[in-house]
């Protein structure tokens, strides 16, 4: 079934792979035989439009995949179905004409309300205008009440157009009417509750909570599955992660940030707490240069999501500062005397060495199928 998406503004090159993920989720993209996992759904863009365009259809399973996916999506604003579309009100009304009234009727009957609204992107639309618009849909035949809190079904009448070059689309060629029933939207409450300013322990590198819940769908978060950040930091991802029901476990090579944070109630532990979110099972300091496991533990992470310090506010640090100094390489061992309290001196952790560790890692420990984000 072709569903119109409708996508944010906003980082434009993770909304595709976003939903594709959250398909996965929600069961839409079975894998074919011999395939580990499937990735891919089929996409379409509407006439005269770039890649660029909030605008996209997707073909999904059924009307439930879609609302679950819009549901916990972070860059869908919608999902419809698709009643009508075109570059002028009479295309518009012509194709809405055509759409199957059996797929109408249900939607439009006196024992049920609804309410329809006029959105525009890259424009505000006066009230007014709004009011036109909508007394120009009378050839549909709505036998409802109109309800504008709560109604069974809402209807969008969307546009998009080339206001000149300020709506930040490159070039649309020309104007583009949708008129849809909504099948789902995102949670508007999920990204102000988890807001950075009301968190409680940030650091300089706190992951911002749109990209963090982002990846947590990338890396499909769910009841069930152990996630592990091996650079956590104040613990932003792992926050995202077990928002959505998933086992977290992290690690960093600062022990102030894993062990003490800013005090006893300003901690990575505390901002579990203060989201009503189950604690991580464990939380290490460890660096992700010298892995912990045990030999011969593999396949144990659903998913590696993480933030690497990319060396632009925050450079990455190794254990073994001195001893590397010296022109000593080979395994970094502990004196027996000062093993309880000891903490290693870092050096210098090179981006290059830092992905080809969380290469290895995700290698080893990702269980078949897993993700790594
Ligand atoms: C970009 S920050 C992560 C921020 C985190 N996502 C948050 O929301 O606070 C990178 C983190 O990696 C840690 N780190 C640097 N080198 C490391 C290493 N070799 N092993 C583990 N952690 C390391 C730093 O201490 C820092 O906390």
Redesign the pocket.
């Known amino acids: 079934m072709w569903f119109l998406c409708v996508f944010l503004h906003r980082l434009l090159d993770y909304r595709r792979p976003e939903v594709e993920s959250l398909a996965e989720l929600f069961g839409a993209l079975e894998p074919a035989e011999g395939e580990i996992r499937r990735h891919s759904l089929q996409w379409k863009l509407p006439e005269n439009h770039h890649l660029d365009s909030p605008f996209h259809f997707v073909d999904l399973p059924s009307e439930k995949v879609a609302r679950n996916i819009a549901k916990r999506s972070i860059l869908v604003k919608g999902i419809y179905e698709l009643w009508g579309e075109g570059t002028t009100n009479e295309e518009l009304e012509m194709a809405i004409r055509r759409f199957p009234e059996e797929r109408k009727l249900p939607f439009l009957g006196p024992e049920s309300s609804f309410r329809i609204i006029v959105d525009s992107f890259g424009r505000v639309i006066s009230f007014q205008e709004q009011n036109e618009r909508i007394s120009g849909l009378s050839y549909i035949r709505f036998k409802g009440r109109v309800d504008l809190r709560n109604p069974d079904h809402k209807f969008w009448l969307m546009e998009v157009d080339k206001y000149g070059d300020n709506n930040g689309l490159p070039p649309i060629v020309e104007r583009r009417l949708f008129f849809g029933r909504e099948v789902g939207t995102a949670d508007r409450k999920l990204l102000p509750t988890y807001q950075l300013k009301s968190r409680k322990y940030?650091?300089p590198?706190?992951?911002d909570a749109e990209i963090?819940f982002l990846m947590a769908n990338q890396g499909l978060a769910q009841p069930g599955k152990l996630i592990y950040?091996?650079?956590?930091?104040?613990?932003?991802?792992l926050v995202a992660a077990a928002h959505f029901g998933a086992m977290t476990m992290g690690?960093?090579?600062?022990i102030k940030?894993v062990r003490d944070g800013r005090g006893p109630d300003c901690n990575i532990w505390s901002n579990f707490e203060q989201y009503a979110l189950p604690q991580p099972l464990s939380l290490l300091r460890?660096?992700?240069?010298l892995p912990p496991w045990r030999a011969g533990l593999k396949e144990v992470f659903d998913a590696i999501i993480?933030?690497?310090?990319?060396g632009v506010r925050?450079g990455?640090?190794?254990s073994g500062g001195r001893k590397l100094l010296k022109g000593i390489v080979g395994p970094y061992t502990i004196p027996d005397d000062k093993r309880l309290s000891h903490i290693p001196s870092t050096a210098p952790?090179s981006l290059t060495e830092?992905i080809n560790d969380l290469l290895e890692l995700a290698a080893r420990m990702l269980v078949v199928g897993g993700s790594f984000v």
């Open positions: 940030i650091g590198t706190a992951m963090a950040d091996p650079f956590v930091g104040t613990g932003s991802i690690a960093d090579i600062d940030v460890s660096d992700n240069n993480c933030d690497p310090p990319y925050a990455g640090r190794k952790y830092c």
